[in-house]
Each structure stands twice: as structure tokens, then as C-alpha cells.
């Protein structure tokens, strides 16, 4: 089933406002990122395409609430209560609404939703490429410096295993981040496009950090 063109467009128009103000790791350019990433994994994995659109255009519209609240409030259930109230404004088939809302809810690696659908899996396939490999990187560093969080604590080993109580603190360094979640993005891949690129992006985040703790070392 298709969805007409310019109700994608108008709901495009109606996310962006979302994004306006709050986290710059997690503005409109991952919002273009994720969508170019997931278009081609749709493409090959045979998804509706006019679902993984709205699905990613919406996916993190309940971010700034997340923040707000240090992390509480969990984006992607806040953000599928948003569209569903926004979607309802919209001539769409009740299925494809669902399935839409069952991507946003499943889009976060920290809830109890998985995603079943092709299209959920997209999404959150492409969602968690742009945490890792180059821009991956530059996204880390960029979260952890809204926090005011120093390069590196040498601590991060020390505190990994509770790492998740240290979220919105000044200890949740880059690196915290990359041992507690990133280093293990490339395991939770589900389509077969998107492990391609997966692994291509872990080597390359891999190598980066590796080099970075011997020069913190001074061995390099």
C-alpha cells in the first residue's frame, strides 16, 4: 500500500519542528543520515517504502524529553505516543499507521519492544549504523561534551559494568560509551544489508579507539 506524497512531506515538515532546539548529536542531520541509510536497506530488503519514511522522520521526535528528564523517559515510547496523535490527523490505512508506531517503538535498543516487522528492523537497523564507524565517533564525543564530560576518566573500565547509572553525567565519557554500547551495536544488526556496513563501520571504530588508549598511554 502506498502512502500519498504529500502527506509524507507534510509530516516531514511537521518532525522537523521537533528539532528545532536540544541535542545536537541527535538533530535533523542523523534524521537525514538514518533516512538515507534506511532507504537503501529497504530497497534490498524488499520493505514499504513509504513506511520506513514516516517511520524515520518520527523516530526520534520524543528525544528532547528523554533529556529533559536525564533519561527517565524512554524517546522512542514518548515519541510513538507523539505520532500516533499526529499520524491520526492523516488519511493513512490503519495497518500502516500501526506498523509505523511499531517502528518508533522499537527503534531503541533499551526498551521491551523488538521489531517484527521488515520495516521496523530497517529503521532500526539503520538507526544503529550511524552510531558507529566514523560518524558513530564524531557523535560520541559530540554527547558526551553536551555533558561537559573530560576526554577520558580512566575510570571507564572501573565503572562498565554499572555504566547505565552514569548516563547524563559527567562520567559518561566517550570512551564509557563506546566499551558500554557501541563496541556491541555491530552483534544487534538484524537485516543482511545492514550487517554489511556494520562491519565495515565496527573495524573502523575498533582501530580508532584502539589507537586513542595508546595515546593516552603514550605508546603510540
Known amino acids: 500500500m502506498k502512502i500519498d506524497k504529500k502527506i509524507i512531506e507534510s509530516i516531514k515538515q511537521e518532525a ?18 538514518v533516512y538515507n541509510s534506511a532507504i537503501k536497506i529497504a530497497k534490498e530488503e524488499n520493505a514499504n517504502l513509504d513506511v520506513v519514511k514516516i517511520a524515520v522522520y518520527l523516530h526520534d521526535i520524543g528525544r528532547n524529553e528523554e533529556i529533559k528528564s536525564r533519561g527517565k523517559i524512554c524517546h522512542a515510547e514518548k515519541g510513538a505516543e507523539i505520532a500516533k496523535k499526529m499520524l491520526s490527523k492523516y488519511n493513512i490505512d490503519e495497518k500502516l499507521v500501526e506498523n509505523i508506531i511499531h517502528c518508533i517503538l522499537s527503534h531503541r535498543n533499551k526498551n521491551n519492544h523488538h521489531p517484527e516487522t521488515i520495516e521496523a528492523k530497517v529503521l532500526f537497523d539503520a538507526d544503529k549504523l550511524d552510531s558507529i564507524g566514523a560518524i558513530g565517533i564524531a557523535r560520541d564525543f559530540l554527547f558526551a561534551g553536551i555533558y561537559n564530560a573530560p576526554l577520558y576518566t580512566g575510570r571507564e573500565k572501573e565503572i562498565l559494568k554499572e555504566a547505565d547509572n552514569y548516563a547524563y553525567t559527567r562520567d559518561d565519557t566517550a570512551l564509557l560509551e563506546y566499551y558500554h554500547k557501541l563496541s556491541k551495536i555491530k552483534d544487534r544488526i538484524i537485516t543482511k544489508t545492514a550487517k554489511k556496513i556494520a562491519r565495515d563501520r565496527h573495524n573502523y571504530m575498533k582501530e580508532f579507539f584502539e589507537r586513542f588508549n595508546k595515546e593516552i598511554k603514550g605508546t603510540l
Do not use: A, N, Q, Y
Request: net charge negative; hydrophobic share 30%.
Open 16 to 33: 522537523k519542528e521537533f528539532f528545532i532546539k536540544g541535542d545536537s548529536s541527535h538533530d535533523w542531520s542523523h534524521v537525514e543520515r
